[in-house]
């Protein structure tokens, strides 16, 4: 695996659209014509060599790639973008959308990733061993059909609406996440440590899995009996879980809920 | 003396249209059928001691009286060299600024942002979720016999909203008017709506969404196992449920109560459901009660040019739109815009202290009819002609239907209009460009 390493210079305040940082991208391209590479902050479009010293070798194909931002780019948004193999490391902190419409590869973000990250993720795996911000994996404004493939993971804690109008694929949240954890949700599995109030709200379909405690239950969600170890999507989980459907304020609704006994 | 019959009045998002007035040597003496707030508004103008009446621009740290040649020319210059500049408010002029507005953020490159962002921002992320099932105030006063106000107190916040659209009007269908309708407020204090409703139903505070949620439960069949919800009793809950799937048409108008309370977009994305369930029983319709008299007509206009309601970031020369991110306060909190167009609006006393410090950090370009702290804070302040008295144009009620408002005085001596005001910066903005294209025309 070859690997380009990207070193942020001075980061502009205006946030900087740097979706070309993506394997796919990157791939069989020289150092200088990744330097000259578009990033667009305000209404002025730059080159990525302006906030990034760019060394290493780049390989041929995406598969074989590996790009490591090596600090803190707080300022920088889309990193990951449309990404279908290879892998980016960023030894720091990211701001939005990091791996939106990401199909495929691995994102590893060793600090904390903004909101909208994951947005409309296809595949691939996303790992955040910070925290995350609000609406991690969830769909654009009006997209009723939410991430429908991949993995994120977050060691950390998570903002509201995590996995809104989730559609498939999964996302485990160690820590806890706030209100409205799997809003809308049809598909897929969402585990988090533990949750505030309205987990599941208006969801349809698919599994939420709530290892810790819950602050407060959704009046529309009936209680379904208690399961011991249960396995759900091929995980296994160790306890006892109270098992929930809902959210009956939806007709015909099959989403599933477990928090666990305390 | 000239008397002005079926005026429009430019305060609130009702824009009634029944309003005379009566003007004597530019004066206006009488105002009638306008609530206390519109005609105040009217008769306002009357008044230039409280008017800015001269361009002023900030010289040495103090704002000095400019020319407006001298006070435009600032403010392209400012724009002119800002990587983001915002440009906000609007809710408060016409649809004509408006459209010339957007035509300079996307020649600028900018972020332009209504007063959406901070009221009905949510109900418009939740029409992308949910849909919107509304209807005209014409079909509320002709047809609706269930009205109900949620988080919503017209009888401040629109004074005229009860009296000519929902509860008391004779309608075609409803000729008794008010004992032909039910009332109905939900709220988490008594208001004087509800002091006047049929009835009052007290909503736990931030706890809205699970109250709509157990209606939904039950208006779809389901069967509710908590004794109360939302500290409404369960009954109560059946019996609301029940009311609401035997109307002949209902109707859910909803305020700032819902859209800036715990839940915000999901409130309203739920409330929306709930009249979606609904309407597999009956006819129901859902309305936000819009504040400022033109805010509608922003997110008409702005859906018209650029596809979006509001929010809209022009930076890469096409339309980006991600409340969250491109919204005035995530700009501004963030510390991403390096200028600001203010028009129409006094973010200054209503934007949070951190949005503000900001603001206090950039140059900022104010039009506005009276001085305001924004003017106050700004580097350029432009006056203008109030909109619907001084000067026509269109606004759109809060049902989304426009109304061209009319022009029954003239406004101060060289005080333009807003779109005179924005043309003139556009131009100023385009400046080279403009005189190359007319030489080449030559």
């Known amino acids: ?262 | 003396m000239h008397r002005y019959t079926d005026v429009i009045c430019s305060f609130c998002g009702t824009l009634c249209d029944d309003i005379e007035v009566v003007v004597e040597d530019n004066r206006i003496v009488d105002v009638k059928h306008a609530c206390r707030i519109g005609t105040a508004k009217f008769f306002a103008s009357n008044d230039y001691e409280h008017r800015i009446l001269k361009p002023m621009v900030r010289k040495n740290g103090k704002l000095v009286e400019a020319s407006l040649d001298e006070a435009v020319e600032r403010a392209a210059e400012i724009l002119k060299s800002a990587t983001k500049p915002l440009l906000y408010g609007w809710s408060s002029t016409s649809c004509e600024a408006h459209s010339v507005g957007i035509e300079l953020a996307e020649e600028l490159g900018g972020v332009i942002d209504n007063t959406t962002t901070v009221c009905h921002g949510p109900s418009a992320l939740a029409i992308h979720d949910a849909g919107y099932i509304s209807c005209t105030l014409g079909e509320v006063k002709n047809r609706a016999d269930l009205i109900i106000y949620w988080g919503a107190n017209p009888m401040h916040g629109h004074p005229r909203h009860l009296s000519r659209y929902s509860i008391f009007p004779r309608g075609y269908f409803r000729e008794r008017g008010q004992q032909d309708r039910e009332l109905i407020v939900i709220d988490v204090r008594k208001t004087d709506t509800a002091k006047i409703a049929n009835k009052f139903i007290r909503v736990n505070y931030g706890e809205d969404y699970e109250l709509i949620s157990a209606l939904r439960k039950v208006v779809n069949g389901g069967e509710l196992h908590q004794e109360s919800v939302a500290g409404v009793p369960r009954e109560e809950i059946i019996a609301l449920a029940e009311k609401m799937k035997n109307a002949q048409f209902g109707v859910l108008f909803f305020g700032m109560g819902l859209t800036q309370s715990y839940g915000r977009h999901r409130n309203i994305d739920n409330a929306i459901c709930l009249v979606r369930d609904l309407n597999t029983h009956t006819k129901f319709v859902i309305m936000a009660m819009r504040g400022h008299y033109n805010v509608v007509g922003f997110n008409e206009v702005l859906s018209w040019q650029a596809g979006f309601p509001f929010a809209v970031d022009m930076g890469r020369g096409f339309a980006w739109y991600n409340p969250g991110e491109t919204t005035a306060n995530d700009v501004l909190q963030r510390g991403e815009c390096d200028a600001a167009l203010i028009i129409a609006s006094d973010p200054v006393s209503h934007f949070p202290r951190k949005s503000i410090e900001h603001l206090a950090k950039i140059p900022i370009i104010a039009i506005d009819i009276h001085p305001t702290p924004t003017t106050q804070l700004a580097d350029v302040v432009i006056p203008s002609a109030i909109v619907g008295i001084e000067v026509d144009g269109t606004a759109y009620r809060m049902d989304a239907v426009p109304l061209r408002l009319r022009k029954v005085k003239e406004p101060p001596e060289g005080v333009l209009s807003d779109v005179e005001i924005l043309r003139r910066i556009l131009a100023k903005v385009r400046g080279e460009q403009l005189a190359a294209k007319a030489e080449v025309a030559r």
């Open chain 1, 1 to 262: 695996m070859q690997e380009v390493v990207l070193t942020p210079k001075e980061q502009p305040s205006y946030g900087l659209i740097a979706e070309c940082i993506s394997c796919d991208v990157f791939a069989g391209k020289s150092i200088e014509e990744i330097e000259a590479l578009p990033v667009y902050y305000g209404n002025k479009q730059g080159k990525l060599g302006d906030f990034f010293d760019v060394s290493g070798e780049v390989a041929s194909s995406a598969e074989e790639m590996r790009i490591v931002i090596a600090g803190d780019v707080t300022k920088t948004r889309w990193i990951g973008r449309e990404m279908s193999a290879g892998e980016i490391v960023v030894k720091g902190s990211a701001e939005m959308y990091v791996g939106a419409w990401m199909r495929g590869g691995r994102i590893v973000v060793e600090g904390d990733v903004g909101a909208f990250s994951g947005m409309l993720m296809r595949g691939g795996e996303l790992r955040v061993e910070g925290n995350a911000g609000d609406y991690l994996g969830c769909s654009y404004r009006g997209e009723w059909r939410g991430m429908s493939g991949g993995t994120i993971i977050v060691e950390g804690n998570a903002g509201m609406e995590v996995g809104q109008n989730l559609n498939g694929g999964r996302i485990f949240v160690k820590g806890s996440v706030e209100s409205f954890a799997g809003v809308r949700m049809k598909k897929g599995l969402l585990v988090v440590g533990s949750a505030t109030d309205r987990v599941g709200a208006q969801m349809t379909g698919g599994t939420i899995v709530v290892l810790g405690s819950i602050l407060r239950l959704l009046p529309s969600f009936d209680f379904a009996g208690e399961v011991e170890n249960p396995e759900i999507d091929g995980e296994s989980f160790e306890g006892v879980f109270k098992k929930y459907t809902g959210d009956h304020a939806e007709r015909n609704a099959k989403g599933v809920l477990y928090v666990r006994k305390e």
